[in-house]
């Protein structure tokens, strides 16, 4: 995993921790059971619990081919993060000017994460459903007022995530909660990935097979170690708690049937399709 230097507001550098190993891990289910495992080619190792609650391996294995896989997160509080690219600002809204001084934080109900094999839903009276690409991390251990130098320590791996937004609602509700957080919104998956240089990872979005998004996570105004500082100061995350992103450049509308793929350097890929409530 390569050294990169981090500057958040002042001049402050950061490094990544080279001694993290890659791995992958999973949640899946099978016959009715839901469990984490680690994934090694096709086959996926059983774990006792949540690998960053040290779950160890169980010892039983199962094919890839033989389960549904599940969202690779299981967390109490799932953390966003809005106007977070600057692209997304001046394409999306129109904000050209970046006057950003604090995150844009926000949270969802975690009720609103499905997995990689699920369709995200558009509710009755949503006309203006948009996809965002997003990356999240997984937080491995408690954290409270965690020291900006220290925040990588708390990070135990990274994920995709697509952050269905209504944009109706998002305009004309005075919070978002049900305009991000809705049943079925959004997809996380398919692997959490640990031993990633997250603050140097291509991100890419196709709706329908066709570009439509693309940016490095070099470019988050925030990136996750401040956010872990910054969100750690006011509420204590716990292991398993996420923090998204934010997205970049613009966003489009979908229409029930259409899918929207999202491609993470190290990860793979996210793809969901939107289907509509009945």
């Given amino acids: 995993m390569k050294l990169k230097s981090i500057l958040v507001g002042a ?32 086959t996926i190792h059983q774990l006792r619990a949540a690998p960053y609650l040290d779950g160890t391996r169980t010892g039983s294995s199962v094919q ?48 609103s994460i499905i997995g990689p094999e699920d369709a995200m839903v558009r509710p009755k009276g949503a006309t203006n459903f948009h996809y965002e690409a997003e990356m999240v991390v997984v937080i491995g251990k408690r954290a409270e007022n965690v020291a900006l130098e220290d925040a990588s320590d708390y990070i135990f791996g990274v ?50 097979g066709v570009k439509s998004q693309g940016a490095n996570s070099s470019g988050m105004i925030f990136n996750f170690n401040y956010m872990v500082h910054y969100i750690s100061q006011y509420f204590t995350l716990e292991p398993g708690d996420v923090i998204w992103s934010g997205t970049m450049g613009d966003t489009g509308p979908m229409q029930p049937g259409d899918t929207y793929e999202i491609t993470v350097e190290g990860i793979g890929s996210l793809k969901n399709r939107l289907v509509q409530e009945k």
């Fill in 11 to 42: 001049t402050m550098a950061l490094t990544i921790s080279a001694s993290a190993s890659a791995a992958n891990y999973v949640r899946y289910e099978q016959n009715g059971t839901t469990s984490w495992g680690e994934i090694v080619g096709s």
């Fill in 64 to 111: 890839r081919a033989d389960v549904t896989l599940k969202a690779p997160v299981d967390p109490k509080l799932s953390f966003m993060t809005a106007f977070n690219y600057s692209s997304h600002k001046k394409e999306t809204f129109g904000i050209t000017q970046d006057t950003t001084k604090k995150p844009g934080l926000f949270t969802v109900p975690v009720g």
């Fill in 159 to 208: 994920t995709i995530g697509n952050d269905g937004s209504e944009r109706d609602w998002q305009a004309n509700d005075i919070q978002w909660t049900r305009a991000k957080g809705s049943r079925d919104f959004n997809p996380v998956g398919p692997h959490l990935v640990t031993g990633l240089d997250y603050t140097d990872l291509d991100i890419e979005g196709r709706h329908n």
